[in-house]
């Protein structure tokens, strides 16, 4: 047994591993265990595959960003269960903590969002999160690839905001390529807690869509509510989706197809604010205003080169709102309400 699946299980801690060795360690190592065989990929990387695989393929992400705690500790609690032998696998999962070294120094990045850096968006880049970028890349490829008559992939990439939200929790749908949404996946979230779902409105360069666009995966960017420090979390909070990963996880989870639009907020991005200039840029709102707020008509949600942007309806709402991004980046997304 290698010395890093010996130190998993020792402690049945994933978490711990990938904080004691952050860096990329370049070497698989797999082990047997009850029914399932557990495979380290990388640092962060974890593959369970049960003896006879289930319906569903699932890759469960964290720590993409990585200051953002809560969707660490879910992973980390999940694999936990796993290996204490309390949660019964039947599908195969790909756990990962996305950016250990920004883990260990609680920062969002180092170099680079490793959330704009998919899709290729990695590539002729060489600094550390671009290298990241391309070996979880590859890793869900491999995890995908490895089975094609799996009914259905997913891929929950699991995240908590910079600043708090009007809806505590939300999920973001990534635009789907001309596929149609699966309400299946609304109700998963409804039952997970999570009402507020926003409809993304062109390709991306984040996880979730690189496995939507690349395998078809019911993908999706999850906001589990504000980034807090390791320990600060409330776990309690957390219920929701730790039970409906749980369902997924033992392949009990019961789909069920017709929505209701009364259930729901559903979110249709309708517009993107852009960074244009270095100096004369500024976002006009309180840094802690919530993500989804509204603003009047005509009120100067930014100052910058091209005479920045005016809102356009008292319905419109911000999310993800960031001054600090480069010249050229996305400033904030314009929501507005939509139904199915
Ligand atoms: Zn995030």
Same mark, same amino acid.
């Given at each position: 047994?290698?010395?890093?699946?010996?130190?998993?299980?020792?402690?049945?801690?994933?978490?711990?591993?990938?904080?004691?060795?952050?860096?990329?360690?370049?070497?698989? &190592?797999?082990?047997?265990?009850?029914?399932?065989?557990?495979?380290?990929?990388?640092?962060?990387?974890?593959?369970?595959?049960?003896?006879?695989?289930?319906?569903?393929?699932?890759?469960?992400?964290?720590?993409?960003?990585?200051?953002?705690?809560?969707?660490? #500790?879910? &992973?980390?609690?999940?694999?936990?269960?796993?290996?204490?032998?309390?949660?019964?696998?039947?599908?195969?999962?790909?756990?990962?903590?996305?950016?250990? *070294?920004?883990?260990?120094?609680?920062?969002?990045?180092?170099?680079?969002?490793?959330?704009?850096?998919? &899709?290729?968006?990695?590539?002729? !880049?060489?600094?550390?999160?671009? !290298?990241?970028?391309?070996?979880?890349?590859?890793?869900?490829?491999?995890?995908?690839?490895? =089975?094609? +008559?799996?009914?259905?992939? &997913?891929?929950? %990439?699991?995240?908590?905001?910079?600043?708090?939200? /009007?809806?505590?929790?939300?999920?973001?749908? *990534?635009?789907?390529?001309?596929?149609?949404?699966?309400?299946?996946?609304?109700?998963?979230?409804?039952?997970?807690?999570?009402?507020?779902?926003?409809?993304?409105?062109?390709?991306?360069?984040?996880?979730?869509?690189?496995?939507?666009?690349?395998?078809?995966?019911?993908?999706?960017?999850?906001?589990?509510? /504000?980034?807090? *420090?390791?320990?600060?979390?409330?776990?309690?909070?957390?219920?929701?989706?730790?039970?409906?990963? @749980?369902?997924?996880?033992?392949? #009990?989870?019961?789909?069920?197809?017709?929505?209701?639009? %009364? +259930?729901? $907020?559903?979110?249709?991005?309708?517009? #993107?604010?852009? @960074?244009?200039? #270095? $100096?004369?840029?500024?976002?006009?709102? %309180?840094? !802690?205003?919530?993500?989804?707020?509204?603003?009047?008509?005509?009120?100067?949600?930014?100052?910058?080169? +091209? /005479?920045?942007?005016?809102? !356009?309806? %008292?319905?419109?709402?911000?999310?993800?709102?960031?001054?600090?991004? *480069?010249?050229?980046? =996305?400033?904030?997304?314009?929501?507005?309400?939509?139904?199915?």
């Amino acid at each position: 047994m290698n010395i890093l699946t010996g130190e998993l299980f020792l402690h049945h801690d994933f978490l711990r591993l990938t904080r004691e060795h952050p860096i990329e360690i370049g070497n698989r &190592c797999s082990k047997r265990y009850n029914n399932f065989v557990i495979t380290l990929i990388d640092t962060g990387i974890l593959l369970i595959e049960p003896e006879s695989a289930g319906s569903i393929d699932i890759v469960i992400s964290s720590g993409v960003h990585g200051n953002e705690t809560a969707p660490i #500790e879910i &992973c980390n609690l999940l694999v936990k269960e796993i290996l204490d032998g309390k949660l019964q696998v039947n599908n195969r999962i790909l756990f990962i903590i996305g950016n250990p *070294p920004a883990m260990n120094s609680g920062e969002r990045f180092e170099e680079e969002n490793l959330n704009r850096l998919f &899709c290729g968006k990695h590539i002729g !880049k060489s600094h550390r999160e671009a !290298k990241r970028a391309a070996l979880l890349e590859k890793a869900v490829t491999d995890f995908f690839d490895s =089975r094609h +008559d799996s009914l259905e992939r &997913c891929h929950f %990439d699991l995240h908590t905001a910079i600043r708090a939200s /009007k809806y505590e929790k939300f999920a973001i749908y *990534p635009y789907q390529d001309g596929r149609a949404l699966k309400n299946k996946y609304l109700n998963f979230f409804k039952d997970s807690d999570i009402n507020t779902i926003l409809l993304a409105h062109q390709p991306a360069d984040t996880f979730s869509y690189f496995s939507s666009h690349q395998f078809k995966a019911n993908a999706f960017t999850v906001e589990l509510g /504000k980034v807090r *420090p390791f320990g600060e979390n409330d776990m309690p909070s957390f219920a929701g989706i730790l039970t409906s990963l @749980r369902l997924l996880i033992k392949d #009990e989870i019961d789909f069920d197809d017709s929505v209701n639009n %009364d +259930d729901f $907020n559903l979110f249709q991005v309708v517009d #993107e604010v852009i @960074r244009y200039s #270095e $100096n004369n840029f500024s976002l006009n709102i %309180d840094v !802690k205003q919530a993500n989804f707020s509204t603003f009047p008509v005509a009120f100067q949600l930014t100052t910058d080169d +091209d /005479k920045g942007y005016q809102m !356009k309806s %008292d319905s419109d709402a911000i999310v993800f709102p960031n001054a600090k991004v *480069p010249v050229g980046h =996305r400033v904030a997304l314009i929501v507005s309400k939509t139904s199915i």
